[in-house]
């Protein structure tokens, strides 16, 4: 690369700043939250390389000593294998820098890193493993890696076969993996023994790298050998070639914890999904299987001096490297390397020392050579110069390429999470295989022989923690961790591992949200909702397989049946973009659609109850617990309202049960099954049983508004009881928990007052709440365990009692009222309590209601002479009692609205007390009482509150109609019963009439008649009828009346005017024509008595024609009557025969036939009348005009005589005959005088 330009190299200052700029971290801090140190790029034009130093554990750099010539490196100097932060790993290692990767080195930098894997980077490895990958092309040796696939990222390990069959033949583990390798790739296995060439290489170097250290210090004396043990064995391998395989992973049932790792015990709520980060730092208790006892825990720890984020070309990879780096004066940062001068460096050498150089961000090499372990020479080479030495010269765009398609390779390959690949290339060949050792393992029907499996699934885990734990991630991510989870899951043993499994069980349930409708992120890509892996196979795109001949399988059959791809030659990897077409990776599987509600939670509690499954199973005193089988169902006792005592035994049952609430609040604990508080199953079971009562309470709710209320009361049961199994388990109850109880208090009161309202339903509603489905079971026997779940049974009984429902309703909502006295959750959830106490109110009203209506049953079917019944003036208590305490609960909320209604119905029940106290005794002697007078006043009294409450009618139009039109009716009934059973015995005349009279005119006036509405009809009938019986008071007065002239004008100008009124109001409606031309008759009743007290006859005629007009202007009325018999005639089945059978409610036959005589006398008497008078002034005056009237009176009168005297003439003729009198009379003019 002699033609580099922006070779880092050239500007010493800037990998002065790479280093400088790293805060000095200690071993325990493995994990920088953020990027530190500089980037450096090296590599030119041809190839783009930079470095990000995440985390490093080197001292600041200091200077190598630069060894004198003809120093003899065989002799060990003084420090030799003394511990050095400078050398690191390199450095104390007995026999100097291994190369040897550890086996799950990778793990312990993802396990550092979380962040970073399954989203930003390609590969996790130890920069061993990646110039290993990148020199197949160039080298003969054999490669054996161990490949994981987290989300996007793979992680590279070294697979030592040679070890692990050594293992094998001492323990029998692998031995499935050695009887494959012998079978399909050497049959002749051997463990290869190190020369002794190799062991004198290590020793020379590892005192040369000890001399080059000791330059700034003082010779340090050879330890002893019990010095050396020290170190060695604190916390660094003793030898990495040693043994360093694990034995197949196992871990005790009961992981511990650590505290610092996981926020669970104080905050049950928040989703501490990461119980106790299992392997987060993994101790030698959790692990003790895990590694040979000289190595403990130490196969899943960061070892590694520096943690670095390197991207080649656009290949991000996290790579651990030990390089020691020295520094200081003219050369910032430069890598040391000892050569053998009679030995020229090779390509592969030239390789490792480029990529080693680009990965630790050096742009220079110091190189030392000696000849027979004697220092002959230093020599400086810059990074960018090592391509083009001599005998080493290689492209540096070659080994991009390399890079690039074995990174594609692998991705299209290894497509399976929590599945281990191997990556072979058998020493001298050129073909290199993928195996899938998982399901190569699971033939041999032991998982467990796969020692990675627990690091895989410990990360799959972490991994999905990280991405759960970020508040602001996006919903798009949930499928991928679900992916995480349920791999995580499959790869674990439920009986080893409960902790975890119960974990990610309770994530996977976190992961839906119960409470709103799940939004499908991505329209337009089809919804995998069944995968459990990442990738579904038809994401898989092979399109270049048959072109490349890179996937197809091998020409040996042999190989097709067990490797996953294989590459023929390692001259392909050379081949610019030979895989690229799959290189990018493709997206996660997406997150399961849920059409509803019920499919959400049911897929939640079908998590909830695997969690508590691992729980329970991993509790010890299994034989301390009472037997239940879960396939039994749990017997549900349904007892009446009369064996449990009635109201006064709900009233007992809600005392104990607040008075358990308040106890809860000093932290009491009882646990059946002997769980320690405190323990991970302990916070575990907490957080399962409230997931689940989260997702009982919303299919509750969820069935409430399909209008299933018996599967509503079914799911809230056993939502309250999971809730009443977490209050015995709970050591400190929140206020957030307290407020889900009352909430689904408060659900379950709306569902026993919709059974309540729903009765005729019943037995639909009892076999859904019968029902229970296996899961619902399985989960109530997990409960069982831990309490009897009878705390809140007095809540959710089904009964078939109507007043036992309306109360159970009742105390729900009062229990969820003093629930939110706790721990001042009023003012916190200030929506919450406003909803609980309308509901209140509102159960009152309910209940009051009930009470007033069984009263007024109980009223009717008295009888009339009977004083009031006890057990009615015990429901009125009841029911007023009710109606206080309602309107007191809406006050508090300031709903004037509702306290209005309630106040209108407490008006309502006084007037059922007053109806109650009409006089006793026979109906001929009857008058109004004191007492109803007094209930119809109080009744006024409510309903006047009532509108106070409004204040103006636009608050609530309905309402404030509804409260005027119950007023008017109270003062109306008032002013109706005082006129016709008139309190003579107690009061005068004249005060009883003006008693009746104010009362009428109160009622008029919150009779409102000009508005346009549903009511306007009834409005203007009762005003009519009020009017009408003003003025027949009046008319009554004044015929019985003496003396007083004043008086007796007064009344008869207010009889005329309210006649007048009535008539006017009667004209609007089309249903009263009876009482129309009642009205018209009374007011020609009254011309005739006002006729009587006249002497002149001009006044007399005056007064006849006026009653003649009124006459004709019953007209309209006949007309109306006639319009209805004739509809009744024209209707089937309508009988002449048959008058009681009338279909109009409006009109009554008999009534009709009544008025019809009465009509027809008055008419025939009145005309008789005018016929005399005008005769007689005829006789004195001659007047044409008069002449007409009396011939048209004398023909009408004729033709009435006639018609009334014909018997047989059907009451449609008599109406026909009158109606064609009365256009005779208009048009003879008899009106106009």
Known sequence: MGDSKEAGAESPPAGAAARGGLSLLSQGESEEPSAQGSALFLGGNEVKSRAVVKYSSAPPRTAFARLEE???????????????AKLGPAGTTILGNSKKSKPFSSFGMAYDFIDSVGNDVDVVSDSENIKKLLKIPYSKSHVSMAVHRIGRTLLLDELDIQELFMRSSQTGDWTWLKEFYQRLIDQKWQRKKKSKEHWYQKAILSKFLYYSINGDGAAQPVPSAAEQQGPSSS???????????????????????????????????????????????????????????????????????????????????????????????????????????????????????????????????????????????????????????????????????????????????????????????????????????????EETEDKYQNPFTMPVAILLYKVACNMMMKKNQNKKHYGTIRTLLLNCVKLLDKSRHPQIIASANYMLSE??????????ESSESPLNENSDESYSEEEEELADSDENGSYGTGSDPSDDNKAVAIIKSVGELSVPEKYKSIHQIRPS????????????????????????????????????????????????KYEDESTRGGPEGLEKQMALFLDKMGSLQKGNYSSQSGMIPGSWQHKMKLQLILKSSKAYYVLSDAAMSLQKYGRALRYIKLALQSHDTYCCLCTNMLSEV????????????????????????????????????????????????????????????????????????????EAANEILQFS???????????????????????????????????????????????????????????????????????????????????GRLMRICAQAHCGAGDEFKREFSPEEGLYYNKAVDYYLKA???????????????????????????????????????????????KEVSEAMMKSLKHCDVDSVSARQPLCQYRAATIHHRLASMYHSCLRNQVGDEHLRKQHRVLADLHYSKAVKLFQLLKDAPCELLRVQLERV?????????????????????????????????????????????????????????????????????????????????????????????????????????????????????????NRNSTLLERIDVLIQLLDQLARGGSGGQ
């Open 589 to 636: 599987c997406t997150f399961p659609v849920c059409h509803d509600t019920e499919e959400r939670c049911r897929l939640v509690l079908s998590y909830v109850l695997e969690g508590l499954k691992s729980v329970d199973s991993s509790i010890k005193k299994e034989s301390d617990l009472p037997a239940a089988d879960p396939n039994t169902p749990i017997p549900l």
């Open 511 to 520: 992961l839906f949200q119960l409470d709103e409708p799940k939004k499908e």
């Open 235 to 441: 916390h660094q391998a003793t030898d990495s070639d040693g043994a360093s395989w694990p034995a197949p992973f196992e871990m005790p049932s009961s992981v511990s914890e650590d505290p610092s790792a996981s926020s669970q015990g104080s905050e049950p709520l928040e989703p501490s999904y990461i119980v106790g980060h299992v392997a987060s730092a993994p101790k030698e208790q959790n692990l003790t299987t895990l590694f040979n006892d000289g190595e403990n825990s130490q196969g899943l720890k960061n070892d590694f001096v520096r943690n670095i984020l390197w991207t080649f070309e656009d290949i991000h990879m996290l790579v651990g490297s030990n390089m020691p780096i020295f520094g200081g004066g003219r050369y910032p940062a430069v890598s040391l390397r000892l050569r053998d001068n009679n030995k020229p460096i090779n390509v592969l050498t030239g390789i490792d020392y480029w990529l080693d150089n680009l990965i630790c961000n050096v742009p220079e090499l110091v190189m030392c050579f000696h000849v027979n372990g004697i220092v002959q020479k230093y020599e400086m080479i810059k990074t960018e110069e090592i391509p083009n030495l001599e005998n080493s010269n290689f492209s540096t765009k070659v080994i991009k390429d390399i890079a690039q398609n074995i990174l594609s390779f692998l991705k299209s390959n290894c497509t399976k999470e929590g599945h281990t690949y191997w990556l072979f290339k058998a020493s001298g060949s050129d073909i290199v295989k993928l195996y899938d050792l998982t399901t190569l393992c």
């Open 738 to 813: 307290l407020l889900f109880l009352s909430q689904y208090l408060t659900l379950c009161g709306d569902i026993q007052l919709m059974l309540a309202q729903n009765a005729n339903n019943r037995a639909a509603h009892l076999e859904e709440f019968n029902y229970q489905t296996k899961e619902d079971q399985e989960i109530l026997h997990s409960l069982h365990r831990e309490s009897p779940c009878q705390g809140f049974a007095w809540a959710t009984d089904l009964s078939t009692d109507l007043e036992s429902q309306l109360s159970v309703s009742c105390k729900c909502y």
């Open 1085 to 1205: 009743a009254f011309a005739e008595f006002q006729m009587t007290s006249q002497n002149s006859n001009v006044g007399k005629l005056k007064t006849l024609s006026g009653a003649l007009d009124i006459m004709v202007r019953t007209k309209h009325a006949f007309q109306l009557i006639r319009k209805e018999l004739v509809e009744e005639f024209d209707q089937p089945k309508s009988d002449e025969s048959a008058p009681a059978a009338d279909p109009s409610p409006g009109l009554s036959r008999e009534e009709v036939i009544k008025l019809l005589s009465i009509f027809e006398s008055r008419l025939s008497f009145l005309l008789l009348q005018s016929i005399k008078l005008l005769s007689s002034t005829k006789k004195k005056t001659s007047n044409t005009e008069e002449d007409v009237v009396l011939k048209t009176n004398k023909q009408i009168y004729s033709q009435l005589l006639r018609a009334t005297a």
């Open 824 to 906: 001042d959750l009023k003012s916190q959830n200030p929506e919450h309590y406003v909803q609980v106490l309308k509901r209140m109110g509102n159960i009152r009203n309910e209940i009051g209601v009930f009470y007033m209506n069984q009263a007024a049953a109980l009223q009717s079917e008295r009888v009339v002479s009977k004083s009031v019944s006890t057990a009615e003036q015990q429901l009125w208590k009841k029911s007023f009692s009710c109606f206080e305490k309602g309107i007191h609960n809406f006050e508090s909320i300031d709903d004037a609205t509702n306290a209005a209604l309630l106040l209108c119905n407490t």
């Open 947 to 993: 509108l106070r409450s409004l204040g103006t009618r636009d608050i609530h139009p309905a309402v404030w109609d509804s409260v005027n039109w119950e007023l008017s009716t109270t003062y109306f009934t008032m002013a109706t019963l005082q006129q016709d059973y008139a309190p003579l015995s107690r009061k005068a005349q004249e005060q009883i009439e």
């Open 70 to 84: 003809k120093t003899d490196l065989k002799l060990p100097p003084a420090n030799w294998l003394r511990e050095s």
